[in-house]
């Protein structure tokens, strides 16, 4: 059965706090993504990664930064947390090939203060 | 950049009638097309996805349609039930791959019984 998992469910942090999302799934998927999801705007990519060690921004990378150290692994960082961060947190991860379902995890709800 | 439009944002429709979502694309070279479902408080889960060389697909009472002529793909559900109401989200791939996607602002549809 597949399973991407994401450290928190729900996260409080305070302004200027700098803040890990963590993401791992065990299919052994080369591509790993992080999305923010707001309402009326669906999901923006934020970053993903294609291997080990590279990355690429998405449509909103402004603020954030990720980290690939092992395969399984997708790491999502505000260095210094804003309260316009204040979001929904997806993370996804898919196998190379011609595309498919992008396997999602259950999301991080992040507030801000 | 790519972009994907996505109407309407909010859907209401009786028990057992029909639903439909429309998507715009505007990369020509889209050539993956999923709709993702989430419900309320989970994650989204691929529903039904279409190829750039396939017009309709359909799997029991979902089916999506593509005219890339005029780069927009429809999502269509008959017979709705209660269980159907969700937000209900369109994608595009975009670059080589298609593993990268773009996602519509969603759709929320709600079945009155």
């Known amino acids: 059965d597949v399973k991407v998992t994401q450290s928190s469910r729900y996260l409080v942090k305070r302004t200027g706090e700098k803040v890990f999302l963590e993401c791992v799934q065990d299919?052994?998927?080369?591509?790993m993504f992080w999305y923010r999801q707001d309402p009326g705007l669906g999901l923006r990519l934020i970053y993903f990664?294609?291997?080990?060690?590279?990355?690429e921004k998405g449509d909103i990378p402004e603020g954030y930064s990720v980290s690939r150290e092992k395969k399984e692994r997708f790491s999502l960082i505000l260095e210094s947390a804003s309260t316009n961060q204040t979001s929904m947190y997806l993370c996804?991860?898919?196998?190379?090939?011609?595309?498919?379902?992008?396997?999602f995890g259950p999301g991080t709800r992040l507030t801000v203060l | 950049g790519e972009n994907v439009e996505q109407h309407p944002s909010t859907l209401s429709v009786q028990e057992g009638d029909s639903a439909v979502i429309k998507c715009t694309y505007s990369?020509?070279?889209?050539?993956?097309f999923p709709w993702y479902k989430q419900e309320l408080g989970k994650r989204p889960q691929l529903i039904i996805d279409i190829r750039s060389n396939v017009g309709e697909k359909k799997d029991q009472r979902i089916a999506v349609t593509l005219n890339k002529t005029a780069k927009h793909f429809s999502l269509h559900i008959t017979e709705t039930q209660p269980e159907d109401s969700a937000v209900y989200f369109c994608a595009a791939s975009v670059g080589r791959g298609a593993q990268k996607l773009v996602f519509g602002q969603g759709t929320r549809l709600t079945i009155n019984p």
């Open positions: 299919m052994d998927h080369e591509n």
């Open positions: 990664s294609y291997d080990v060690k590279m990355k």
């Open positions: 990369d020509s070279a889209s050539n993956y």
């Open positions: 996804a991860s898919i196998a190379s090939g011609r595309g498919g379902e992008q396997f």
